[in-house]
């Protein structure tokens, strides 16, 4: 069954730094653009940065360009997300997401077939 698993969410001060893991099983990870997105309850869920399969070409949302690093380890299904440089802004639930996409649907829900559970990174000011 495919299953994607976040980790490493947590509360830190602003300036902080968080890395957030997304584990992936049953064959969801090869071929794969993985992907991060944040909600805030009451708003839409927003991308915030993607990794292709092919070339590990990174994409980022404009409002954490500089201060997050998208990355993934393949020999092990895994996906990273560095968040250095922390607002309370960036507060909010992350979820990890695979799907194929094309390049200029990298930012879209709609492109990524599979999620996990989310995990809760709150910034304190």
């Known amino acids: 069954q495919a299953r994607l698993v976040e980790s490493g969410g947590g509360l830190v001060q602003a300036g902080g730094s968080l890395r957030l893991s997304c584990a992936a099983s049953g064959r969801i990870f090869g071929g794969y653009t993985m992907g991060w997105f944040r909600q805030v309850p009451g708003k839409e869920r927003e991308f915030v940065a993607a990794?292709?399969?092919?070339?590990?070409?990174?994409y980022y949302a404009d409002s954490v360009k500089g201060r997050f690093t998208i990355s993934r380890d393949n020999a092990k299904n895994t996906a990273y997300l560095q968040m250095n440089s922390l607002k309370p802004e960036d507060t909010a639930v992350y979820y990890c997401?695979?799907?194929?996409?094309?390049?200029?649907?990298?930012?879209?829900?709609?492109?990524?077939?599979?999620w996990g559970q989310g995990t809760q990174v709150t910034v304190s000011s």
């Open positions: 997401a695979a799907g194929r996409p094309a390049a200029q649907a990298m930012d879209k829900l709609r492109a990524y077939d599979y």
């Open positions: 990794i292709s399969w092919i070339a590990y070409n990174t």
